[in-house]
């Protein structure tokens, strides 16, 4: 069977909306020693403006994910934190050297010291770059950064039981998905034993409603899987006096498409299946601004209700995962098609 999904295209979206969502779970969660440091009563900002003046080009084919914020330590000072996630599935010889360079970059442009927190996403156990190292002539340089591995982290969800830190099951969810890339049985019984433990911690409705759409993410599945998954679901909570996914989630996007395609058939109208494409992708776009912007989307969601153009969806899609902000997307959205 081949694999599931592409890795790196599965990984990048939600590993960017999570450090978005989730980025102090994530500081404590990935290292501990840098989330002492920081006075979280103070709201991190996000840099995405500084990030795109400094990001190297990535090499076509690539994936990666790049945060880059500004912090208030605990002694008062302000300083920048580089987050950088590696989703490749297979082992990249220029990373060490492209941690260095954000840093440099970083100094040359803005004059400013910066964290630079590497994570690697991939199941290559013996690889951990953790230093850049150049030498000729008497002259040297050596940079060291801290580096999560996720491979290394032995039971998240135990860790998630233990300090109810959201970001282990991010973790959890990850691992179950390198682990089951051509079994989607497996991956479906790993994705069901992860979202169960949303329900046995004090979340609020917001951080359950963003875990699960992740995890969800995080564990793409095959159609006729999705289908077989959300039975399975609603089957167990039936039992359960909680919120259920219904009340959480639009419906997904599989369980749109396998609607449409049963319309389409039954009147044999390729109206119908064309229908049920467009509705998807606008399901698809609506989750992803509310995963991104929640409470505040309330307008792009309402925009995004008015578009009923396959590509323009598309497009809407990608920018809704990409803009650095709320007010980029709405301005990136073609003027025609605002209402």
Not at 18 to 38: D, G, K, M, N, R
Not at 118 to 136: F, G, S, T
Not at 173 to 197: I, M, Q
Request: hydrophobic share 40%; charged share 30%.
């Amino acid at each position: 069977m081949s694999d599931i999904e592409p890795i790196a295209s599965q990984f990048d979206a939600p590993w960017k909306i999570a450090l978005e969502s989730f980025l102090e779970p994530f500081v404590a969660f990935c290292f501990p020693a840098v989330h002492q440091l920081i006075d979280w009563s103070t709201p991190p900002v996000f840099l995405d403006t500084e990030l795109q003046q400094i990001a190297p080009n990535h090499e076509e084919g690539r994936r990666a994910v790049d945060k880059l914020v500004r912090v208030k330590l605990l002694d008062g000072r302000e300083e920048w934190i580089l987050a950088h996630v590696e989703v490749q599935a297979q082992r990249d010889q220029a990373f060490a050297e492209r941690m260095w360079v954000y840093y440099y970059r970083i100094w040359d442009r803005f004059t400013q010291q910066v964290i630079s927190l590497a994570v690697l996403a991939d199941d290559q156990k013996e690889w951990r770059p953790d230093a850049y190292r150049r030498e000729l002539g008497g002259c040297s340089l050596e940079f060291r950064f801290p580096v999560f591995k996720v491979m290394d982290c032995p039971d998240p969800e135990e860790e998630f039981e233990r300090t109810g830190n959201p970001f282990a099951l991010l973790v959890a969810a990850h691992r179950v998905a390198l682990a089951t890339r051509k079994n989607p049985e497996e991956r479906s019984e790993g994705r069901f034993r992860v979202v169960r433990h949303l329900y046995r911690q004090g979340l609020n409705r917001e951080q359950v409603l963003r875990l699960f759409r992740l995890i969800e993410w995080l564990t793409l599945l095959p159609e006729d899987w999705e289908l077989q998954f959300r039975e399975k679901w609603a089957s167990f909570e039936e039992s359960k006096e909680t919120m259920t996914i219904d009340t959480l989630l639009s419906p997904i996007e599989v369980i749109l498409l396998e609607k449409s395609r049963q319309e389409g058939r039954q009147e044999g109208r390729q109206e119908g299946r064309q229908e049920g494409q467009v509705e998807a992708l606008r399901a698809a776009l609506i989750d992803a601004l509310d995963a991104r912007f929640g409470f505040d989307a309330a307008g792009a969601v309402a925009l995004a209700r008015t578009l009923s153009d396959e590509g323009v969806l598309r497009r809407a899609h990608r920018l809704a995962i990409t803009s650095p902000d709320l007010q980029g997307f709405l301005d990136a959205i073609p003027a025609e098609k605002k209402p």
